[in-house]
């Protein structure tokens, strides 16, 4: 099932590769962003706004994957936490406090991203994110370290950040808003702390 995934894939590439080239569609993935349906009506030649319509869903896309769709707490009657752990009262305020669920220390340049499919993640760069799922491992391999908002010692990123021995701190309170693209920052994946360094 995955190798027929990947042929159907790269067939796909294909046909919105010459889409684009012709101007119908502005990349060749566009085509993952239209229903069955829709991409029947296309290779039929008819006449639609195809880029607004691929540009108005990757733009819901992306807000979407900017929500906090996982609480962190969930009661019986229904209220919904979404808050995570807080630095102690005696904590500096350029540490940023979680769960640690990958040891080892490292410091880098912080790379901030919602989509692992439209990620630019230098190797070394520490990876900031709501949290990870199985589309997310091929970043791995460049991370220096990783930073979730959401997770636990058994989670996706945890699991395959010690497998990679990358330091990585899970359960950071709003660690996406609160860290940006280009912030220099320690992960110390023991502690779960994550330091601003500048």
Known sequence: MVRVSGIVREALLTSGQELADEGILERADDLFYLTVNELKTLAMGAPGDWKKLVKGRRLADRNEARRRPIPRLLLSDG??????????????????CGS?????????????????LEAGLKPGE?????????????????????????????????????????????????????????????????RGTVELLD
């Not at 209220?79 to 305020?93: L, R, S």
């Not at 640690?100 to 989509?115: A, H, K, M, R």
């Open 100 to 116: 640690g669920v990958s040891p080892g220390t490292v410091e880098g340049t912080v790379q901030v991203l919602f989509d692992p």
């Open 126 to 190: 520490i990876l900031v994110c709501p949290g990870t799922d199985p589309s997310w491992t091929p970043l791995f391999l460049a991370a220096g370290g990783l930073v979730m908002e959401v997770g636990g010692m058994m989670t996706h990123g945890s699991v395959v950040a010690r497998e990679y021995g990358i330091p990585a701190v899970a359960g950071v309170d709003r660690a996406t808003e609160r860290l940006q693209t280009g912030h220099r920052v320690r992960v110390d994946g023991s």
């Open 79 to 96: 209220a919904a936490f979404y808050a995570g752990i807080t630095a102690p009262d005696d904590a500096e305020a350029n540490i940023l």
